[in-house]
Nanobody, 122 residues
Framework: QVQLVESGGGLVQAGGSLRLSCAAS????????MGWFRQAEGKEREFVAA????????YYAGSVKGRFTISKDTAKNMVYLQMNSLKPEDTAVYYC???????????????WGQGTQVTVFS
C-alpha cells in the first residue's frame, strides 16, 4: 500500500505559478509511475501529467504541455508538478496517483491522494 499526500495548492492570479508536491510513503517501489490528474467542479477527472519512477519518462496532456512540468525526487519519494502560465481553466482539485504505467488512463493508477485545490482567478 502506498500513501499519497498532496500539498501546494492555493489561489493564484492568471499568469502566475504554483508548485504542487506529492509525498509518497509505503511500498513505492511496487509502482512504475506517478501521475497527476485534476477534476474541475462538475467535470470528469482528467489526466495532467505522468512520470516513471525509474528513468523519468514523462507524458503530458496537450492542454498543459509547455506550461506544466512533472518531476521527481526518488530519494525523497516526492513528485512535483510545476505549473506556470496558469489559466482560469486550470482551476480544479489536483490529485496525485501511483500506478503501473506512464499513461493517461486513470484505471492504470491504483492509489490516489486526497487532492489539493488550485484556483486561478483572472
Amino acid at each position: 500500500q502506498v500513501q499519497l499526500v498532496e500539498s501546494g495548492g492555493g489561489l493564484v492570479q492568471a499568469g502566475g505559478s504554483l508548485r504542487l508536491s506529492c509525498a509518497a510513503s509505503g511500498r513505492t517501489f511496487r509502482y512504475y509511475a506517478m501521475g497527476w490528474f485534476r477534476q474541475a467542479e462538475g467535470k470528469e477527472r482528467e489526466f495532467v501529467a505522468a512520470i516513471s519512477w525509474s528513468v523519468g519518462t514523462t507524458y503530458y496532456a496537450g492542454s498543459v504541455k509547455g506550461r506544466f512540468t512533472i518531476s521527481k525526487d526518488t530519494a525523497k519519494n516526492m513528485v512535483y508538478l510545476q505549473m506556470n502560465s496558469l489559466k482560469p481553466e486550470d482551476t480544479a482539485v489536483y490529485y496525485c496517483a501511483a500506478g503501473g504505467a506512464v499513461t493517461q488512463r486513470p484505471g492504470e493508477y491504483y492509489n490516489w491522494g486526497q487532492g489539493t485545490q488550485v484556483t486561478v482567478f483572472s
